[in-house]
């Protein structure tokens, strides 16, 4: 599967929990707003090729179609909650956290609920450009999702996973915010990434001014060209990045300076479906340079082995292993 098309998956000899990896896949793809008529097709295809996919399908509707619902509202209240801040009982807080956890039971990953309560998202290796109502552009990288409200008084973006890019149209009437972890970002007109993984937030300022703050404390300012991390209302000290290689994902690229192999795959399996395992722990520190082609894995994997004298072996379409040739 290349993941920078639209292609979805079809196996020759699947199992159960490919099959419905497959399904889910098709199930997101087909609501999506790009979605074509020959995708319609060869979903419809891909339906008929036998009884498992069919049973697979049903298994997929069953689960998230029952989830739509309560996802729905989750979201709503999460928007009214931005809208108009209200005190918030006890009993409302048991409420919302025993619905969040009947999803995250129901579901068992946390990537589905962030894409049923967000108001736009991307699966694995997809990105996705977004003009909002204020003439705001933004562009979701891989795995990611996000809420928008634009009230009068204010416009305001949720990240709950992954990261964005943020082209804000100025309008000193309405500040910009972006709520990620604990923190928050706010602007007037600028450009700048917002990045959340593993509790931690990274923001990147590509031009404009850009104030962080981390949820307490004060916050700071950030110029064109400067980062800051923060977590657990924590913020780290300000440091310099290079542009180039920090937003190379807009133009589905991946730049890496005599970073280790370990980091790169990491890297590699945001956007790729399933898994790229490296065997050998000597393995791990192996420094990578290279400018590498987000939608062309095989390429990619040819590179690393060459350079490093690695072997690639692919068991599924879902994992691959990559150890000493």
């Known amino acids: 599967m290349n993941p920078g098309t639209t292609d979805i998956p079809m196996s020759e000899t699947p199992d159960s929990e490919q099959l419905f990896a497959e399904a889910t896949a098709w199930y997101y793809r087909l609501q999506a707003d790009d979605v074509t008529p020959e995708e319609q097709a060869a979903f419809a295809a891909w339906k008929a090729t036998g009884v498992a996919q069919a049973q697979a399908w049903d298994e997929v509707i069953l689960l998230l179609g029952a989830l739509q619902a309560p996802a729905a509202r989750l979201r709503e209240q999460q928007r009214q909650q931005w809208r108009k801040p209200a005190r918030r009982t006890w009993r409302k807080v048991a409420q919302g956290v025993a619905a969040a956890l009947l999803l995250g039971l129901l579901i ?69 915010v972006v709520n990620a972890g604990d923190g928050w970002v706010r602007v007037v007109g600028t450009r700048f990434s917002v990045a959340s993984d593993a509790g931690q937030t990274r923001v990147k300022v590509a031009q404009g001014k850009v104030e962080v703050n981390a949820g307490s404390g004060l916050g700071v300012f950030l110029e064109p060209g400067q980062a800051v991390e923060y977590a657990a209302g924590s913020l780290d000290a300000l440091h310099p990045f290079d542009p180039a290689g920090a937003f190379a994902w807009r133009q589905r690229q991946l730049v890496f300076s005599q970073q280790p192999l370990a980091e790169v795959v990491a890297e590699l399996n945001r956007y790729w479906p399933g898994q790229t395992v490296l065997l050998g722990d000597g393995l791990r520190q192996r420094k990578v340079s290279g400018v590498f082609e987000i939608d062309k894995p095989d390429a990619v994997l040819k590179a690393l082995t060459h350079t490093l004298g690695l072997r690639a072996e692919q068991y599924t379409p879902y994992l691959r292993i990559l150890r000493e040739g």
């Not at 990105?127 to 305001?156: K, M």
């Open 108 to 176: 068992g990953q946390t990537p589905f609920i962030d894409r049923w309560r967000a108001d736009y998202a991307t699966a694995t290796g997809e990105s996705r450009s977004i003009r909002l109502d204020d003439g705001s552009q933004l562009q979701l990288n891989t795995d990611t999702a996000i809420q928008v409200v634009l009230a009068q008084g204010e416009r305001r973006v949720r990240l709950l996973r992954g990261e964005a890019w943020f082209d804000v149209a100025r309008d000193p009437a309405r500040p910009f």
